[in-house]
């Protein structure tokens, strides 16, 4: 598959990316080797989601394959589980065109 | 190019790679009539019933029109009844006109002037036969995988399409381009987040703006109605497989349509180029609707890929279905014609697209998919919603 897999465990696509994607259930303390760094799981985190391999500002991009993916809603530690409660899409946002009194 | 198949030439060159009888309602009015006359007069005989009313606005009545003349037209139809009302906007004769420009048989039957559903179930049976003997006079002959127009889906999407799934459906779909053929891939929203790579795959600028231009409207839609894109794409399924953003949605969506220049977009359900190379159709993200699109378009065979699982097919093109994820796999293997998991287990991207690709081969060549067997058919055709109207209107 394209990218690299650390460790048996997480995916990175891309060598630019800050998040790797899971390829097994993993549990909260798991371990993974990712290039000599070890990044440990403060949760659980399901098969195919992401966890962070650096950490992001609130406000910061995540980026997978490569390419900007959202931004971060609050700061994220290495090992955590980034999903919909700290990473949110910049795109499609009619709500923000509704706040800004831009919708029809 | 050593890959070739049996096939079905119509009259106006393309090759169908089934010989069935389409039974084309115009309406929802008409649709459980020729469900009806289709499933008694056997698996040769396929309904396309939909839900779309007798009476549309124009703009929204001409898609309607152009879907249902498409979807006679495709090559794998033999011969085709149009079934109507006869209330519908929409006219059975000049949609049957359209469709036999292709030199196939048709036929239209009107329930109001066959003297309701008794008689019209009668009349559709006899109608039906003479097409069937129609239909029957084609014979299978050598076709090359250069005339296939091989159209892309994918639907209950999770993080392990965009990483397998997709990849290995766009290395079978760089072979057929390779080869000669075309393959087309849509879902506009699904481009969302990924068009500046589409964009600078383009071979010319009018593509690029068109591209640009496309996924800008579907974004505005959303904009427009002061909605958020978030409650929906990525739908809760998506999410719940690990997907978190549109934008990650779209970057693995992408995959599927493989790596070659993209050659053009057509308009929902327009025609597809033969020997095309890559083409893209602007279609809606609903699954189903876009199907029915690129079948209307002409692709003669479907693939769709799933994470989450999915028992989709089409009335009138076998859908080959692919998944990425080894669970989906263990769980739904009487659905799904291709494991792509593999490549979690270290099976190369490329080595997963050659199977795809020799599995496209073999449906073209009359090997039935897990849901032909099934007869799991499922049809729908997008209307054009007044949002969308005003859009048109306002520019």
């Known amino acids: 598959m394209k990218g690299r897999v650390l460790d048996d465990a997480l995916l990175r696509l891309s060598a630019s990316d800050n998040v790797g994607t899971t390829v097994d259930d993993l549990e909260s303390g798991t371990e993974i080797d990712a290039d000599g760094r070890t990044v440990v799981l403060v949760e659980d985190v399901p098969f195919g989601h992401k966890v962070a391999l650096e950490p992001v500002d609130s406000g910061g991009e995540v980026r997978k394959y490569g390419e900007v993916i959202g931004t971060a809603t609050q700061a994220i530690e290495v090992g955590e589980w980034v999903h919909t409660h700290n990473c949110e899409s910049t795109r499609g946002r ?11 | 190019m050593g ?30 009539v020729a469900s ?51 209330t519908e906007d929409i006219d059975a004769e000049t949609v049957a006109d359209d469709i036999a ?12 002037e066959t003297g309701g559903t008794a008689n019209a179930l009668s009349e559709g049976a006899e109608r039906l036969g003479r097409l069937k003997s129609e239909a029957d006079r084609a014979r299978r002959e050598d076709a090359d995988v250069s005339e296939l127009v091989f159209g892309v889906e994918c639907g209950g999407s ?39 790579i589409l964009a600078d795959r383009c071979v010319s600028g009018e593509t690029r703006e068109r591209i640009l231009e496309r996924v800008e409207a579907r974004e505005g839609m959303a904009e427009l109605m002061g909605v958020d894109l978030r409650g ?7 999410q719940e497989g690990g997907l978190t953003t549109i934008e990650e949605k779209s970057l693995g969506a992408i995959s599927k349509g493989g790596t ?23 279609t809606p993200g609903y699954d189903v609707e876009s199907v029915v699109g690129k079948v209307a378009g002409g692709a003669q065979v479907v693939t769709f890929t799933t994470g989450r699982g999915s028992t989709t097919g089409n009335p009138l093109a076998p859908v080959i279905k692919v998944t990425g994820n080894p669970k989906t796999w263990d769980r739904m293997s009487n659905n799904i014609d291709v494991n792509a998991g593999t490549v979690f287990d270290g099976e190369s991207i490329d080595s997963v697209g050659a199977r795809v690709f020799e599995t496209l081969v073999e449906v073209a060549n009359g090997r039935r998919t897990e849901a032909e067997h099934r007869r ?20």
């Open chain 2, 3 to 32: 890959h070739s198949f049996e096939g079905y030439r119509r009259s106006n060159g393309r090759v169908g790679v089934r010989n069935h009888v389409a039974v084309i309602p115009t309406s929802v009015a008409a649709s459980s």
């Open chain 2, 260 to 282: 070659t220049p993209i050659r053009g977009i057509v308009d929902y359900g327009d025609e597809l180029p033969t020997n095309g190379g890559l083409v893209l159709m602007d």
């Open chain 1, 94 to 104: 009619g709500d923000r065109a509704a706040a800004r009194g831009e919708s029809a």
């Open chain 2, 376 to 395: 799991l058919e499922e049809f729908a055709i997008n209307e054009i919603q007044p949002e969308e109207l005003t859009t048109e209107v306002n520019g």
């Open chain 2, 101 to 112: 420009t292709t030199g196939k048989a048709t036929e239209t039957l009107t329930i109001r």
């Open chain 2, 158 to 196: 999770d993080a392990t399409s965009g990483i397998a799934a997709n990849p290995a459906v766009g290395a079978a779909c760089d072979r057929l381009v390779e080869a000669g053929g075309t393959a087309s891939f849509s879902e506009t929203p699904e481009f969302i987040g990924a068009e500046h």
């Open chain 2, 232 to 238: 929906a794409q990525p739908t809760p399924g998506n």
């Open chain 2, 36 to 86: 009806a006359v289709a499933d008694e007069a056997g698996a040769w005989a396929r309904a396309t019933p939909h839900q779309l009313g007798t009476s549309q606005p124009d703009p929204a009545r001409r898609q309607t029109e152009r879907v249902l003349v498409g979807t006679g037209r495709n090559p794998n139809v033999g011969a085709a009844l149009v079934v109507e009302l006869g």
